[in-house]
């Protein structure tokens, strides 16, 4: 019941790339590293109210998260989320001067069952 279209909403994330080396003006190597992330993935899914404390369940043990997502299993695997994606959930896609994103939520564990899989998402806090 909770994958049916109108109980999803439309949201966007990014999938973790790696480190990249960031180069200068001129094309040139700094030597400094920097978090590449794939460009924004649209998609719709049903996302829960906001959470609190966690109880002994099939999600684990005393874990922290503030949201949780629910994907069917075929759309996960389609779009290869996984515990480094980070999410535009609250506010529009947003980038520093760095154009590093300025993302709101990022993925604090992952539990599949037969049908669904479950993201539970933790609330990021950007300058």
Request: hydrophobic letters at 35%.
């Amino acid at each position: 019941m909770r994958n049916l279209l109108m109980n999803k909403r439309h949201f966007i994330a990014l999938n973790y790339l790696g480190e990249q080396d960031v180069v200068d003006t001129q094309g040139y190597k700094t030597g400094e590293k920097q978090i590449a992330y794939s460009k924004p993935i649209p998609f719709n899914a049903h996302l829960s109210g906001a959470s609190g404390s966690t109880y002994v369940d099939n999600n684990g043990v005393s874990i922290e998260y503030d949201k949780s997502m629910v994907l069917t299993l075929w759309e996960f695997k389609k779009l290869k989320f996984d515990e480094n994606t980070v999410f535009f959930i609250d506010k529009k896609p947003k980038y520093d001067d760095d154009n590093r994103p300025l993302y709101d939520y990022r993925v604090e564990r992952i539990r599949d069952t037969l049908n669904e899989v479950v993201l539970l998402l933790k609330k990021v806090r950007n300058k």
